[in-house]
């Protein structure tokens, strides 16, 4: 059986067909880059998946988790296995400096990490993999996902609101475009991938006054900078140096003046790492380093601290068999393995529950060699990579669906 589904699975007219879509994927695109929203903002960007799904004829539920959508795709013996593939689509509030004829038409809000091309892949991939139909056994679900980029996270509130209650996918995928990997390539790695993130808020509060006359006062600026310093112990000497940690202080805010020492300072930043158990630890160790330090300063420091994303946790058995089945359509030079980061992705809620493999593809190209790189203003993709982005997560599906 599993010979047979391989010799449908002809890899010459897959890829046919994965550029007889390419067109569209690009125009879907191109719609999507030029009209982004915020997180949990997406009401406009549902539609048009929506409306694209209703021209497929492919069944879908919305409004899952705010503005999700679950598209669903029934082969044969549909009950025989299940496989889900997420889409993000959220953008960030960047003010967009490519210059492309396409640029986003929102002021200041622009698809700066690549989750439009992440969308348009998806619905490329749909109509491909239709058309296979009769060939597949088992049940396709495509999760176009709210809200990545803003905890508590789309993933985290989809899963709450029961998009897989009808179903139990044995794999989860999900893909994300690269500025640091050239067109054609994909990457993948098992286990560990993206740290865990969480937000801290620090208060430092004190009795305030003229800088002239620190002695009569609380210093809740110079406390304030102590405890930045000092919250560095975490990382390079309470984790363990085998336990990559970050702690950054990204914002502070001392409202005072010249010569004014304020009552009240105020610090944001993240702390992240890649272990579950020294995660909570370390929120513990920032809480008591920066209340201790204040107290030794005469100030008092309230911490909140939110609990976002977890690490990204990649399933070992999933992840080999998604990297050979990539192999099999793009060719083993152009399968590498994924470097471990320090940013997060809300794809871990899915991982905590499911197997699953989170791999990128390269966005890189002659189109754009410098690329801008995610997050920034001038980030661009060479829009030859939805050539591989569709292919390579389609042919995923498809193998896993015919094995």
Same mark, same amino acid.
């Given at each position: 059986?599993?010979?047979?589904?391989?010799?449908?699975?002809?890899?010459?007219?897959?890829?046919?067909?994965?550029?007889?879509?390419?067109?569209?994927?690009?125009?879907?695109?191109?719609?999507?880059?030029?009209?982004?929203?915020?997180?949990?903002?997406?009401?406009?960007?549902?539609?048009?998946?929506?409306?694209?799904?209703?021209?497929?004829?492919?069944?879908?539920?919305?409004?899952?988790?705010?503005?999700?959508?679950?598209?669903?795709?029934?082969?044969?013996?549909?009950?025989?296995?299940?496989?889900?593939?997420?889409?993000?689509?959220?953008?960030?509030?960047?003010?967009?400096?490519?210059?492309?004829?396409?640029?986003?038409?929102?002021?200041?809000?622009?698809?700066?990490?690549?989750?439009?091309?992440?969308?348009?892949?998806?619905?490329?991939?749909?109509?491909?993999?239709?058309?296979?139909?009769?060939?597949?056994?088992?049940?396709?679900?495509?999760?176009?996902?709210?809200?990545?980029?803003?905890? !508590?996270?789309? +993933?985290?509130?989809?899963?709450?609101?029961?998009?897989?209650?009808?179903?139990? !996918?044995?794999?989860?995928?999900?893909?994300?475009?690269?500025?640091?990997?050239?067109?054609?390539?994909?990457?993948?790695?098992?286990?560990?991938?993206?740290?865990?993130?969480?937000?801290?808020?620090?208060?430092?509060?004190?009795?305030?006054?003229?800088?002239?006359?620190?002695?009569?006062?609380?210093?809740?600026?110079?406390?304030?900078?102590?405890?930045?310093?000092?919250?560095?112990?975490?990382?390079?000497?309470?984790?363990?140096?085998?336990?990559?940690?970050?702690?950054?202080?990204?914002?502070?805010?001392?409202?005072?003046?010249?010569?004014?020492?304020?009552?009240?300072?105020?610090?944001?930043?993240?702390?992240?790492?890649?272990?579950?158990?020294?995660?909570?630890?370390?929120?513990?160790?920032?809480?008591?380093?920066?209340?201790?330090?204040?107290?030794?300063?005469?100030?008092?420091?309230?911490?909140?601290?939110?609990?976002?994303?977890?690490?990204?946790?990649?399933?070992?058995?999933?992840?080999?068999?998604?990297?050979?089945?990539?192999?099999?359509?793009?060719?083993?030079?152009?399968?590498?393995?994924? !470097?471990?980061?320090?940013?997060?992705?809300?794809?871990?809620?899915? &991982?905590?529950?499911?197997?699953?493999?989170?791999?990128?593809?390269?966005?890189?190209?002659?189109?754009? !060699?410098?690329?801008?790189?995610?997050? &920034?203003?001038?980030?661009?993709?060479?829009?030859? +990579?939805?050539?591989?982005?569709?292919?390579?997560?389609?042919?995923?599906?498809?193998?896993?669906?015919?094995?």
């Amino acid at each position: 059986m599993q010979k047979r589904c391989q010799m449908m699975l002809d890899k010459a007219l897959f890829r046919r067909k994965v550029s007889e879509v390419q067109d569209y994927v690009k125009e879907i695109y191109r719609e999507l880059h030029q009209c982004p929203e915020l997180s949990f903002e997406e009401k406009e960007t549902a539609e048009v998946i929506k409306r694209e799904l209703d021209k497929m004829g492919v069944e879908h539920r919305d409004n899952i988790g705010g503005y999700g959508v679950l598209a669903v795709l029934k082969c044969k013996n549909p009950e025989s296995r299940c496989i889900a593939l997420r889409a993000d689509m959220d953008a960030l509030p960047i003010e967009e400096e490519t210059g492309l004829p396409f640029s986003s038409k929102r002021k200041g809000v622009m698809h700066a990490c690549g989750h439009d091309s992440h969308m348009a892949t998806l619905l490329g991939i749909i109509k491909v993999l239709r058309q296979y139909k009769e060939m597949l056994s088992g049940t396709l679900l495509f999760v176009f996902q709210p809200g990545e980029e803003k905890d !508590p996270g789309g +993933a985290s509130l989809m899963l709450k609101d029961g998009v897989f209650k009808d179903y139990k !996918p044995q794999v989860v995928l999900g893909q994300h475009s690269s500025a640091d990997h050239k067109v054609g390539d994909v990457v993948f790695a098992p286990g560990i991938v993206m740290s865990s993130a969480d937000e801290i808020h620090l208060t430092i509060s004190g009795h305030g006054g003229h800088g002239a006359m620190p002695h009569l006062l609380n210093d809740t600026v110079l406390c304030a900078s102590q405890i930045v310093v000092s919250l560095q112990q975490v990382s390079s000497r309470l984790a363990n140096p085998f336990s990559p940690t970050v702690v950054t202080i990204g914002r502070f805010i001392a409202d005072g003046a010249m010569n004014i020492i304020p009552d009240k300072v105020y610090l944001a930043g993240t702390i992240r790492t890649m272990d579950e158990k020294w995660r909570e630890e370390a929120k513990a160790a920032v809480r008591k380093i920066a209340e201790e330090t204040a107290a030794a300063y005469g100030c008092k420091c309230e911490m909140k601290k939110l609990n976002g994303y977890p690490a990204v946790m990649n399933d070992e058995k999933v992840t080999a068999e998604m990297k050979e089945y990539a192999k099999e359509i793009v060719g083993e030079e152009h399968v590498g393995d994924m !470097p471990k980061k320090m940013t997060s992705e809300d794809f871990a809620f899915y &991982t905590k529950e499911y197997p699953c493999c989170f791999f990128r593809f390269g966005v890189r190209g002659k189109a754009n !060699p410098d690329c801008g790189g995610q997050h &920034t203003p001038t980030f661009k993709i060479d829009e030859s +990579a939805f050539v591989t982005s569709v292919e390579v997560m389609g042919w995923l599906a498809a193998r896993y669906m015919s094995k």
